[in-house]
């Protein structure tokens, strides 16, 4: 019989050190927490584990375990050694997570510090802050003292020759310019990574943009954003929308698209017509045959006497 099959066989005498085994749990546990003799399982020639219950709180399904083992041609039985291990069933605290991988958006309060990896896929290096290019920059070697900022020259009377050479153009001032002088910039995995979550939460598919009369893309009150993410992108300025001051889609939308209920304008009353086609006379004299004015009495003119 081989080796291997008569580990799966526990050892008779080892089997039977149950009493042994129980002693050695009882004195590392709790008084009163050992509980009946579950199993006895072979680990190898001559080696056999003892499982009791545990009935102490808090460790429901675990059991002591208590190694015994015995040498060769020996009838003595020996304890190995006593650990607590859960079982099948045992009631188990959740797989540790590391830190980084547990934060959540919206986790961050006031003071708290955030530290980002050295390798974080999100970003890549920005520019140093020297004036000479990087080794892998695009820009080819030499490149950069041949373009000489022509604008800003200074001119001086006189021949050409005596003319100052024109200054140089600074690589920093142009990397400040252009928002790249800094030590990490976002890398085009974190670019993608912001736009997926952005798409999610502003995006086409929420239930806000299905039920929305029209697109954020055609409403006053989307500001675009700069660069590539603008071709996707933009922020919403309208204080009554639910995402004012978010990032959204263009294909994102809600009730209060600029265009979705235009308030119609107050009716303006009719100008007054003057019909100027028809004369009235009006006479300055009264009539002579009308009103009480004696005939033999001079004439008067109207208004006050």
Not at 39 to 48: I, K, L, N, S
Request: hydrophobic fraction near 40%; charge should be negative.
């Amino acid at each position: 019989m081989s080796a291997a099959m008569r580990s799966r066989t526990p050892d008779r005498l080892c089997a039977a050190a149950v009493d042994l085994a129980r002693e050695a749990a009882e004195e590392a546990a709790l008084p009163g927490t050992v509980g009946e003799h579950i199993d006895a399982v072979a680990d190898g020639d001559r080696v056999v584990t003892h499982l009791f219950a545990c009935n102490e709180p808090g460790y429901r399904g675990w059991r002591w375990a208590v190694t015994v083992a015995r040498a060769s041609r020996a009838k003595v039985v020996t304890l190995d050694e006593t650990v607590l291990l859960p079982g099948p069933d045992a009631l188990l605290a959740p797989e540790w997570v590391p830190w980084s991988e547990r934060l959540r958006p919206g986790d961050m309060g006031p003071g708290d510090l955030l530290p980002t990896e050295a390798d974080d896929l999100r970003l890549e290096p920005g520019f140093t802050g020297d004036d000479a290019p990087p080794p892998n920059s695009p820009v080819a070697e030499g490149m950069a003292a041949e373009v000489a900022d022509s604008e800003e020259a200074d001119v001086v009377p006189g021949s050409p020759a005596i003319q100052p050479a024109p200054r140089r153009g600074s690589i920093a001032a142009v990397a400040e310019e252009l928002g790249m002088r800094r030590a990490r910039v976002l890398s085009r995995y974190g670019l993608h990574s912001a736009a997926d979550r952005w798409e999610e939460a502003f995006g086409a598919k929420t239930p806000m943009a299905q039920a929305a009369p029209a697109t954020c893309v055609s409403c006053g009150f989307l500001t675009p954003l700069p660069g590539s993410l603008g071709q996707a992108f933009g922020v919403c300025a309208n204080e009554f929308a639910p995402a004012d001051g978010r990032v959204v889609s263009l294909s994102y939308g809600c009730g209060a698209h600029s265009e979705a209920a235009v308030m119609p304008k107050p009716p303006r009353p009719a100008e007054p017509v003057v019909d100027e086609t028809v004369v009235e006379p009006l006479s300055l004299r009264p009539e002579r045959d009308g009103g009480s004015v004696e005939e033999t009495g001079p004439a008067e003119e109207l208004g006050h006497s």
